[in-house]
């Protein structure tokens, strides 16, 4: 829709100034870091689910024996139980949206050292790409695109 715009030409006889007045719709702001990170938080959280969900590398021999121990048969890394993709969550954290994994996941202890732990996380990231870009997602563009499109509007304040 073309935007609104008026202009009234009246000349003013007394000053001999020609005055011209422009109006237009306002034009609203919506800079609220959390309602616009929403999107795009949610859609990174989503493509690193999806990531994760389609890793076809199996685990290594130990982890194979410790999970049938344990009675899971699956034998992909990361997600045996599909608990990590499935429970991993966007959430607002007082100033800005974070990406987090289930809180017995991804962490140290369960007999993983801080550098297990950290070699671990480089694994999973080279195993799931959108950690390293989660911008080039095509799901993240369009939810960045749709939050761009609502970043400043004409017409009424909502």
Known sequence: MP?????NESRVHQ?????VEVTAEPIVHDFDARALGEGPA??????IRAGI?????AAAPATLRRRRAEGVTTTG???ATGHLARDLTAAWRGDEWAID?????LVAGAGRDADALARMLERLAELV?????????????????????RLIQR???P
């Open 3 to 7: 935007p609104k715009l008026t202009l």
């Open 15 to 19: 000053a001999g100034r020609l005055r």
């Open 42 to 47: 949610r859609a990174i959280a989503d493509a």
């Open 53 to 57: 969900r389609v890793i076809a590398t």
């Open 77 to 79: 890394l990361f997600n």
């Open 101 to 105: 994994a289930p809180a017995d996941r």
């Open 129 to 149: 790409p959108v950690l390293h870009d989660p911008i080039a997602a095509p799901g993240v563009r369009a939810a960045i695109e749709a939050t761009l499109a």
């Open 155 to 157: 017409g009424k304040s």
